[in-house]
C-alpha cells in the first residue's frame, strides 16, 4: 500500500478534503508506473480498464482497507490515461463506468475569482448541479459554496445516499467544493452532506438547485432549464425597447395555488393553469399577470415568502419546463408575466440555507443583525461577496431562463432599515452611528442596475412602505433604481377613506388628495394587494359601509378611482368580482358568487370595462408621471364629498374628466369646470343598470357652456349619480 497511514485515516472516516489528490489515476514519478485508487464500499473486486487505448493493460486493484478502500499499481505505464472502473459488489452485481476522480475541475479559477469579488452574474451556470458530458462521459458536475466545511459529499440515488462515494474536492480558497459523477442524468436526486465547521454531519439541500422534491424530503434535483423550446422571441425582442413608465399596466395578482383547483386538495399544474387563466386575464383586458412567489418554499402557509429554492419554480404546480410553458403561453396572448422576489430574508429550516457549513455563511452570526423576529427568519449578509453575488445572479437568472418581466422585491423597507420592527437595544447601527443598512442599500442599487442592463424592458418594483427618497430614482443620483414603487400610502388612505360612512367621509377629504402631494416624487403603482384582504382584514367588499347596495357602489367607486387616479394598477384576484371570504391559501375563489345575484357579476363587468376603457385611452396611462397628466378641477368641496380632475396625455392633450360622488345622495345641476367647449361624452358610469346601480347619469354627456368655473374657461351641469365615478370626454 502506497497510502500513508494517515492519508488512509483521512479517506476511512470520510474526512479528507481533497479526495481528488489521493483517489483516482496519478503518476507516481517520472518512469515509475501510475497508482488507482478508488473508495467504493460494498465492492469486491475492481479493475482499471482502459477506454481509448485497448492496448494498455488492465488494472487490478487490491482492497487494502475493509472500509472499501482499493489500491492498484502499474510499473508498464508511466502516464495517466481514461479508464473505467469495473466493479464486482459483494452480491455479485457488475458495473462498469468511468471514475468521477479521473475528471478535471469543471469550475474554473476564473469562475472562482470573479465569484470571490461578487461579480460572477451567471454563477447559476458554475455552481449547483449540471449535465454535462466531458471527454464524452454524459454525467452531472456538483459544486457548492462551503468555505467553513471540513468535508463536503454529493449523496443521491446514484450512491444510495452514500457519502463515502463521492467526496468533493475544495477549490483552493475559494470555499467552494466540487466533483463530477459520470452517469448522473435529468431527475436525479441529490444533496450535499457536509460534515460542517464543528464536526457535526448534516444533510443540505443545494442552494442554486434548478428543482426540487415536495417537503418533507425536500431533496434537490438535476434538471437542465434550456431544454424548453420558446416561442416568444418575437416578445422578448419587443420587450427591449418597451418603455415600463409610458404604457398601460393593469396588473391581476394571483396565487397559483388557490385561484381555481380541480379538487379540494389539489390545485392546478402549471401546464392545467395557462388555458383557463390566459382566457379570463384576457377576457378581462389586463395587461399583466403578477404571481405570489413560485420559488420553491416548503412551508406552503407562508405564501412562498419563505423560499426554501431561490433558483426552483415550486415543485408543487409541476416542473422548471411546466412554469416555462405558462410564461410562454402569456406571452403569446400578450400578457407581461410579473414574480414576487424576496431577497429580504430566509426561513431557519435546518436542511437549507440557515448555518449552511456549521455556520452563518449566508446570515450573520448576530442576531441583532441576522434575524426578523416578526417573521422568524434570518436576513442576508448582504456585505459578503458570495451572498450578493447569489441574489444578485438568481435576479438575472429568472430574467434570462424563465423570460419574466417584472420582479416585485418584497419587503424593501425591512433591507433599507437596520431597526425594522425592532426595538432598542435588538439592533445594531451602521459603522456611521445611523440605522441604514449600507449594505442592502448598496446590494439594491447593484441589482437593480444589472437587471436594467442586462434584461432591457424588464422592470422592477418595490413594496416598499416608508418615506425613504428616490427610490425609483436612478443610482447614479442617488436613488435605489427600481422602475416603480408601490404607493402604500394611497392604498392605506383610500382605504380608511372608503371604510368610513358617507355621512363622515366630508371629515376625512384629504384622505383621498393627499396623494397627489407627493406623487411625483415617484413611479407609482396602486396596489390593492394580497396584503389587504388576509389576517382578519376581510375583503376589499366587506370594508365597504351600508346595505348591499351601498357596499357594492362603494366597491365600484373604490375599483373606478384605483383605475382613472395617476398610477400603474395592481388588484389582487377575487377583488374583480367582490369576494365576500376573507382569502384562504387552501381554498379555490368563489367562483359560485358570479352567479348569485347582479352584484358581483356586475363588479366583474365594470373591472372589465375598466381595463378596456384604460388601455384605449393613452390619456390615462401615457402621463402617469408628467405634471401635464394631471390637474384638479375641484378637490376641495369636502361637504359633499366630490371630487373631479382631469387626465391628458404627455403633451397635454386629449384631456377626459373624471368626477366622483361619494356620497348615496344624486345631486343633479352640479356645475363643473372643463377646459374646451362642445360636447363631453360620459363614457363611464359605475351607477349605470349595466353594473347594478341606480342608472342615473347624463344621458349620454354634456354641453359645455361658456361660463369659467373651477379655473376653467367652459363647465355644464352635471347630474352626479349616488356613489358614483364618471368619465367624460371631449368631443372629436
Known amino acids: 500500500m502506497i497510502l500513508s497511514a494517515a492519508e488512509l485515516e483521512a479517506l476511512v472516516s470520510v474526512r479528507h478534503a481533497s479526495p481528488h489528490e489521493l483517489l483516482g489515476m496519478h503518476p507516481m514519478g517520472a518512469g515509475k508506473g501510475v497508482v488507482v485508487r478508488a473508495f467504493l464500499p460494498g465492492a469486491r473486486r475492481v479493475e482499471a480498464v482502459p477506454v481509448h487505448e485497448r492496448s494498455l493493460p488492465t488494472i487490478e486493484l487490491e482492497c487494502v482497507h475493509d472500509s472499501g478502500i482499493f489500491e492498484g499499481t502499474s510499473m508498464q505505464i508511466g502516464r495517466v490515461f481514461a479508464y473505467d472502473l469495473r466493479v464486482t459488489w459483494v452480491d455479485g452485481a457488475q458495473s462498469i463506468g468511468r471514475d468521477a476522480y479521473s475528471f478535471l475541475p469543471t469550475v474554473g479559477e476564473t469562475d472562482l475569482f470573479l465569484f470571490g469579488q461578487g461579480n460572477e452574474r451567471r454563477i447559476y451556470d458554475k455552481l449547483g448541479a449540471h449535465l454535462r458530458s466531458p471527454d464524452g462521459v454524459p454525467g452531472s458536475s456538483f459544486a457548492v459554496w462551503a468555505p467553513n466545511a471540513q468535508r463536503v459529499s454529493v449523496v443521491g440515488d446514484f450512491n444510495h445516499w452514500d457519502g463515502r462515494r463521492h467526496l468533493m474536492r475544495r477549490l483552493g480558497a475559494s470555499g467552494v467544493w466540487e466533483i463530477f459523477v459520470p452517469g448522473v442524468g435529468e431527475g436525479s436526486r441529490y444533496k450535499f452532506e457536509i460534515r460542517d465547521l464543528h464536526g457535526n454531519v448534516a444533510l443540505k439541500t443545494d442552494p442554486y438547485g434548478f428543482f426540487f422534491e415536495p417537503a418533507p424530503q425536500n431533496a434537490s434535483i438535476v434538471w437542465n432549464t434550456r431544454k424548453f423550446e420558446w416561442s416568444d422571441t418575437a416578445w422578448m425582442e419587443a420587450r427591449r425597447s418597451a418603455g415600463v413608465l409610458d404604457r398601460p399596466m393593469s396588473v391581476y395578482e394571483v396565487h397559483i395555488g388557490s385561484w381555481r383547483k380541480k379538487t379540494a386538495a389539489e390545485s392546478f399544474s402549471y401546464r392545467e393553469l395557462a388555458g383557463p387563466l390566459i382566457e379570463y386575464v384576457t377576457r378581462l383586458g389586463f395587461t399583466h399577470v403578477e404571481f405570489l412567489p413560485v420559488s420553491e418554499h416548503a412551508f406552503y402557509p407562508s405564501w412562498g415568502y419563505q423560499v426554501t429554492g431561490f433558483y426552483s419554480p415550486t415543485c408543487r404546480f409541476g416542473t422548471p419546463d411546466d412554469f416555462q410553458f405558462l410564461v410562454n403561453a402569456l406571452h403569446q396572448a400578450g400578457i407581461s408575466v410579473i414574480v414576487d422576489w424576496v431577497p429580504a430574508h430566509f426561513p431557519r429550516d435546518d436542511w437549507a440555507l440557515a448555518r449552511f457549513d456549521g455556520s452563518c ?24 461577496h458570495e451572498v450578493r453575488n447569489f ?18 422585491v418584497d419587503a424593501v423597507a425591512s433591507m433599507l432599515y437596520l431597526d425594522y420592527s425592532k426595538k432598542d437595544g435588538e439592533w445594531l ?10 449594505e442592502a442599500i448598496a446590494f439594491l442599487r447593484e441589482f437593480n442596475h444589472l437587471v436594467h442592463t442586462e434584461h432591457p424592458g424588464v422592470s422592477t418594483i418595490a413594496e416598499e412602505s416608508t418615506a425613504w427618497g428616490m427610490v425609483t430614482r436612478p443610482p447614479y443620483l442617488g436613488g435605489l433604481g427600481f422602475s416603480l414603487k408601490w404607493n402604500m400610502g394611497w392604498m392605506h388612505d383610500t382605504l380608511g377613506f372608503f371604510e368610513r360612512e358617507p355621512v363622515h367621509r366630508q371629515y376625512h377629504h384629504d384622505e383621498l388628495t393627499f396623494a397627489m402631494l407627493y406623487h411625483s416624487s415617484e413611479n407609482f403603482v396602486l396596489p390593492l394587494s ?15 359601509p351600508g346595505d348591499d347596495w351601498q357596499r357594492f357602489a362603494n366597491l365600484r367607486c373604490l375599483l373606478a378611482y384605483q383605475w382613472l387616479f395617476p398610477g400603474k394598477k395592481l388588484l389582487f384576484m377575487g377583488g374583480e368580482f367582490g369576494s365576500t371570504r376573507e382569502w384562504n391559501h387552501n381554498l379555490e375563489l368563489d367562483w359560485f358568487l358570479l352567479s348569485e345575484g347582479p352584484y358581483h357579476a356586475a363588479v366583474q363587468r365594470l373591472v372589465q370595462d375598466l381595463n378596456t376603457l384604460y388601455r384605449a385611452r393613452p390619456s390615462l396611462w401615457e402621463g402617469d408621471f408628467e ?49 374646451s367647449s362642445g360636447k363631453w361624452a360620459e363614457v363611464l358610469n359605475t351607477d349605470a343598470a349595466l353594473y347594478a346601480g341606480s342608472n342615473q347619469g347624463n344621458l349620454g354627456g354634456v354641453d359645455a357652456q361658456q361660463i369659467p368655473s373651477h379655473g376653467q374657461p367652459f363647465s355644464a351641469l352635471f347630474l352626479l349619480p349616488p356613489m358614483a365615478v364618471l368619465l367624460f370626454e371631449a368631443g372629436k
Open 429 to 438: 447601527p451602521n459603522r456611521h452611528g445611523g440605522k441604514e443598512n449600507i
Open 627 to 675: 405634471p401635464a397628466g394631471f390637474q384638479w378641477v375641484d378637490c376641495s368641496d369636502h361637504r359633499q364629498s366630490t371630487l373631479s380632475f382631469i387626465r391628458r396625455r404627455r403633451d397635454g392633450s386629449a384631456p377626459v374628466l373624471v368626477v366622483l360622488n361619494l356620497t348615496p345622495v344624486p345631486r343633479p345641476g352640479y356645475r363643473i369646470g372643463l377646459p
Open 361 to 384: 455563511l449566508y446570515e450573520h452570526e448576530d442576531p441583532r443583525q441576522g434575524a426578523h423576529k416578526d417573521w422568524g427568519t434570518l436576513i442576508f449578509n448582504y456585505g459578503r
Open 530 to 544: 394580497h396584503d389587504e384582504v388576509v389576517h382578519g382584514k376581510g375583503t376589499l367588499l366587506g370594508r365597504m
Open 391 to 408: 441574489l444578485a445572479a438568481n435576479a438575472l437568472f429568472w430574467c434570462e431562463r424563465y423570460h419574466i418581466d417584472g420582479l416585485r
